[in-house]
């Protein structure tokens, strides 16, 4: 998400909202199948979602298959390449954006300085592998490859960041992984699609994910041949991951990368928008205590990066709202899940 700040009047209930269980749901009992797709580097939700996952894996809730950069960077998939071997997870395949969108200079480069940080003696403080830019696959070669091994309908994916990656995985054509197009291999094997992007509120704005690559974003909410459920940018603002979180309860460990991040992501004290942690939180905890879900219907984007929605019966576009004691128990859990120690260190 998300470089600006603007308080956004939220919906607290939207009539006619779609019990939990669903379209959009993934509530089936079995263990989510998740391949994660960031613009990891741009604002450090992405960085704390990350955290999330990992204490998932942990937990055994999750099965994780891939994290995609969708930004144009080295340092994004370098700090994800460093946070898979800090957290344990050193297998987790990590891919790339090729000419992807440029946003290097959006945010403070907090990916770039946690993967440059050195100790005392002029060596990696975050010890891991060389790390080879030029091996890290293309992320559409990845997901092609990926989900043409995976059992139908079984897929989640994760998207907090541009649509570029998943824009082009949509038209990719038939190669050697698989004989279906993009669009078709998308409708066998996802199940459906969590994405962080829009805004639905009183007062809409042009959301930053949406607005870095509009033509991305207008295809998947036409084009997309699976549910999707929207975290937009209201749902995010009220909940804000604490400064004093931050600060105080991580004296387990001298370095984390996730807290050297948050503090030179901006000046300290600050309490961050929960973007991307909402959209993942819901494909694994999805329960009425957390979220509201909206009707569903069809979701569209004008060509400024506007996001309008429209309830139909029949559509297949949904997102998510939190109401103020929602919003307290969602930020109790975040807290909860990344002050926690990570299982493999």
Known sequence: MKNSIIFVTLLLFLGGSQVFGQKGSTRTGQVPTIIFETDIGNDVDDA?????????????????LAVSSN????????????????????????????????????????????????????KELFKRPKFNYEAVPEAVALYRRILSKQPDNSVTIVSVGFSTNI??????????????????????????????AGSFGEK???????????????????????????????????VKYPAKSIEN???????HPVVEAYKYYLDMPYDRPTWDLIA??????????????????QIRVDDKGFTSFTSDGKGRQAYLELDSKQ???????FV??????????
């Open 48 to 64: 704390l979602a990350l955290d999330m996952i990992y204490k998932y894996l942990d937990a055994g809730k999750i099965k994780l």
């Open 71 to 122: 930004k144009q960077s080295r340092y994004s998939t370098e700090y994800v390449h460093l946070m898979n071997h800090w957290y344990g997870y050193p297998k987790v395949p990590v891919a790339k954006v090729v000419n992807g969108i440029d946003s290097e200079n959006d945010a403070r480069k907090y990916a770039e300085h946690v993967s440059l940080m050195k100790d005392d003696k002029g």
């Open 167 to 196: 824009f082009r995985l949509l038209q990719s054509p038939p190669d050697k992984y698989s004989k279906l197009s993009g669009k078709e291999l998308i409708a066998k094997k996802v199940k459906m699609l969590s994405m962080m």
């Open 204 to 238: 809409r704005l042009a959301e930053y994910n949406v607005v870095k690559d509009i033509p991305a974003a207008q295809l998947i909410v036409n084009e997309w041949p699976t549910p999707i459920v929207f975290t937009p940018f209201e749902a995010g603002i009220a």
């Open 249 to 255: 309860d991580f004296k387990w460990t001298q370095h």
């Open 280 to 297: 993942l939180l819901y494909v694994v905890e999805n329960s009425p205590e957390y979220f509201t879900i909206s009707p569903w219907g």
């Open 327 to 333: 919003a307290d128990t969602v930020k109790e859990r």
């Open 336 to 345: 909860e899940l990344i002050t926690a120690k990570p299982g493999k260190r």
